[in-house]
């Protein structure tokens, strides 16, 4: 059964940095693209960012790119997601989602849990 | 970035009856290479991730009810839920994946009139 364990969300001032990690088991995930999917409070889905298996290649959505960076560890079969210049319009549910394949663009699925990030002052 | 319009915003339908969700994309999401359309759709329930429900516009995902089917090509796509039961009410959203920027349908919501 594919597990996505996300952590590392919290309250954070505007500006300040967080790091999201998202732990994954139960599929061999060195062969799978992995992406951030975000949602706001009360609010729809957005995609945030994208890597491919091997690490090679990230995409970003423009709301965050030279601010936001995604990366993954195959050897311990974790995602990542840096995320610095934190604004309130940041303030989200941050859920991992495996891909279907190795490359986006994708279609998600399995997702995990999600970490909610909150950033007022 | 493509743009995903659904429509209704919400609906309200009887148990047992047919609840039918649309998505509109702002450009063709079917890849002539392949013939495929690259749209998925999702279920969201409260306090839930979203789940796959159908991917290529009309495939189901493993141990997806069949009473959930998914049409359409091009621009214009359907969800239909042919016999609505108390456990579909949720969220239900379309999702583009022909761009690496894939991007959502602002969501319809199905409740139990």
């Known amino acids: 059964e594919v597990q996505l364990v996300e952590s590392g969300g919290g309250l954070v001032q505007p500006g300040g940095s967080l790091r999201l990690s998202c732990a994954a088991s139960g599929f061999t995930f060195s062969s799978n693209a992995m992406s951030w999917v975000r949602q706001a409070p009360g609010k729809g889905l957005e995609w945030v960012s994208a890597i491919s298996h091997s690490g090679g290649t990230t995409d970003y959505a423009d709301s965050v790119k030279g601010r936001f960076t995604i990366s993954r560890d195959n050897s311990k079969n974790t995602l990542f997601l840096q995320m610095n210049s934190l604004r309130a319009d940041d303030t989200a549910k941050y859920y991992c989602?495996?891909?279907?394949?190795?490359?986006?663009?994708?279609?998600?699925?399995?997702w995990g849990q999600g970490t909610l990030v909150t950033v007022s002052s | 970035d493509i743009v995903m319009t659904q429509s209704p915003d919400s609906l309200a339908v009887s148990l047992g009856e047919r609840a039918t969700i649309n998505c509109k994309s702002s450009?063709?999401?079917?890849?002539?290479?392949?013939?495929?359309?690259?749209l998925a759709w999702y279920q969201q329930k409260a306090g839930q991730p979203p789940k796959l429900l159908i991917y290529w516009a009309s495939t189901r995902e493993s141990g997806v009810p069949d009473r959930f089917s998914g049409s359409g090509s091009g621009t214009d796509f359907t969800l239909t839920i042919s016999s609505l039961q108390a456990e579909d009410v949720a969220v239900y959203y379309c999702?583009?994946?022909?761009?690496?920027?894939?991007?959502f349908g602002g969501g319809t919501k199905v409740e139990i009139k």
């Open positions: 999702q583009q994946y022909y761009s690496t920027a894939v991007t």
């Open positions: 450009q063709s999401v079917l890849h002539s290479s392949n013939n495929r359309n690259y």
């Open positions: 989602a495996k891909g279907f394949r190795a490359a986006a663009p994708l279609y998600f699925d399995s």
